[in-house]
Every structure is written in structure tokens, then in C-alpha cells.
Nanobody, 123 residues
Framework: QVQVVESGGGLVQPGGSLRLSCAASGSIFSINAMNWYRQAPGKERELVAR???????TYKDSVKGRFTISRDGAKNTMYLQMNSLKPEDTAVYYCNADLVTYYSGSYHLEDYWGKGTLVTVSS
């Protein structure tokens, strides 16, 4: 059993900053990659940023230079530092973990999602 929990969302004015956290816990053997997705009202869910176990990062073009993804491997925790926030960044932000679990005597490649945290950028 694995749990993925996001935190850190809230209301912020345009130009402000927020830091999101995502903690994965449970029967985790290793984490291949962790991702931040977001879904704005009436829109499809989109990938915002990704970080692999080796530390390679990728970003959606519209957040490059403003958002920074990082992780603490020892704590199975990922962060998203969001600066210079814009109203169009308003969305529910979801954490996704691509990981390997170990239970019942075998390894399993699995994908887990958090329930999301709401980020609202408005004056």
C-alpha cells in the first residue's frame, strides 16, 4: 500500500510564490520518477514538471524559469517551488509517482496519484 499526499496549495496574488510538497510513503522499494500535473477548470490535466531518480528535470514551456522541481530521495518527497505566479497557473496540482513496490514476495511497477491541492492566483 502506497500513499501520495500533496500539500502547500492556497491563494496567492499574481507575482507571488508558493511551494508545493508531495510525500510518498508505504511499501516503496524505489522511485523511478515523480511528476507534478495540474488541471484547470474545464481543461485537461497537463504535465507541469518531472524529476527522475537521477535528478533529470523537465518542465512545461510556460513554467520554465518560474517553477523549480526538486526532491529529497531519503524522504521520498518532492517539491515544486512556484515563483512569479500568474492567474493562468490557477489549477488543482496533482502529484504522480512512478515507483517500484515490494510486497507478497515480488516487485511491482506501479503508478500512484495524490488527491490534489488547489492553487489559486488572484488579486
Amino acid at each position: 500500500q502506497v500513499q501520495v499526499v500533496e500539500s502547500g496549495g492556497g491563494l496567492v496574488q499574481p507575482g507571488g510564490s508558493l511551494r508545493l510538497s508531495c510525500a510518498a510513503s508505504g511499501s516503496i522499494f524505489s522511485i523511478n520518477a515523480m511528476n507534478w500535473y495540474r488541471q484547470a477548470p474545464g481543461k485537461e490535466r497537463e504535465l507541469v514538471a518531472r524529476i527522475t531518480s537521477g535528478g533529470t528535470t523537465t518542465y512545461k514551456d510556460s513554467v520554465k524559469g518560474r517553477f523549480t522541481i526538486s526532491r529529497d530521495g531519503a524522504k521520498n518527497t518532492m517539491y515544486l517551488q512556484m515563483n512569479s505566479l500568474k492567474p493562468e497557473d490557477t489549477a488543482v496540482y496533482y502529484c504522480n509517482a512512478d515507483l517500484v513496490t515490494y510486497y507478497s514476495g515480488s516487485y511491482h511497477l506501479e503508478d500512484y496519484w495524490g488527491k490534489g491541492t488547489l492553487v489559486t492566483v488572484s488579486s
